[in-house]
């Protein structure tokens, strides 16, 4: 993962199964905890020096990396095969920014990929032996306000 130094690139959220991604080790200080408001339940690793979100979920069979701060193993920008949809453009800040292909919802086809990952099947459950990822203490993560109410 790298730092996304470019003005307004956002986050790409992508799922991958644990097995999948393989997380480079970095200094504990460059690697900040914060969940959305006070009833937050999930924490999401940023980088303290630019603020990018690294991922949006961190669990043991997958994870939802931004594919903006991805890399390859050689160092370079990672880059998805083929077309990537992008989905849930209906909770966009701007609309009219998302680029094509858009799908206002969830397409039933994604969801069918996208629950059994959940549920596990396929994964090795890899993922549970990173704990940098994730908080010792989520009383003590950083609270980000809810900024679309």
Known sequence: MKCDESENSGAAVAVYKSNNATVKKVDGEKIGFMKVGEA???ARPYCTECGTVLF??????WCAANRNAMTTADGSAFQPKGTVMNINCKNAFDKDKVPAPNHGSVPFGT???????????????SNAKDKALIPEDLSKVEIVPITWE
């Open 56 to 61: 949006n979920v961190w669990q043991p069979n």
């Open 40 to 42: 937050g339940k999930t």
């Open 111 to 125: 969801l069918f990929k996208f629950i059994p990952l959940i549920a596990g099947l396929t994964c090795d459950g």
